[in-house]
């Protein structure tokens, strides 16, 4: 491969990492899960989300009997006189004792989460006769890191220099354009113009890094 042409596949790298770069440092929404068992729907989830590991949290349920016009729901009372509830991570499982919620149908069941992952609720037994064996993963435990205030570690020093590099490289890649040090020739002009729109690209992911970076700060 030619100098001109490296010079072009590395304008669009540019411009997809930093892409990848800037999407990576969207926050990311929370919902509680669904199943349904028969006639019944029960939702699970955090009290607090999104649940940060060594911060006391809930885990909460919401167990109803859907009525026939929409938006109208049953909350089923007194579930767990009949029903056991477990919570799991990896290997580890735990019976829990769960309360119930003033509100008919919402129960919850207080809990440090002590390791970042996936957790899992599991109930067995049975809900006015109808019998339930389900597992309902929850939403995942991040570090303390998304929280901290100022930043307790590196990372935030190293998504800015690698942000430095990448425009670093990128202008001197747009200097040796300008300067014809390095020409991209072609008869109809298809590499020149991949080139300017890898360009373009890469700017805008590095604004929209930078943008999300300050955000995430």
Known sequence: MCNDEMIVVN???????GLIFSVGMITPSFAHTTVHVEQYEIEAGWGIEPPVVGIRNDLVLKIIERGENEGKFTGITSVFKSVDATVMFGGASKKINVNSDPRPGYYFSPIIPTKTGTYTIELKGKINGTPIDVKIPVEDVEP???LDFPPSSSEGT???AALKNAISSLQKDISNLKSGETSIQSNDGIAYDFAIFGLSIATAA????????IKRK
């Open 11 to 17: 304008i669009a790298l540019f411009g997809i990492i």
């Open 144 to 146: 303390t890191a998304i």
């Open 158 to 160: 190293a998504d800015v």
């Open 206 to 213: 590095i604004v929209l890094a930078i943008i999300a970076l």
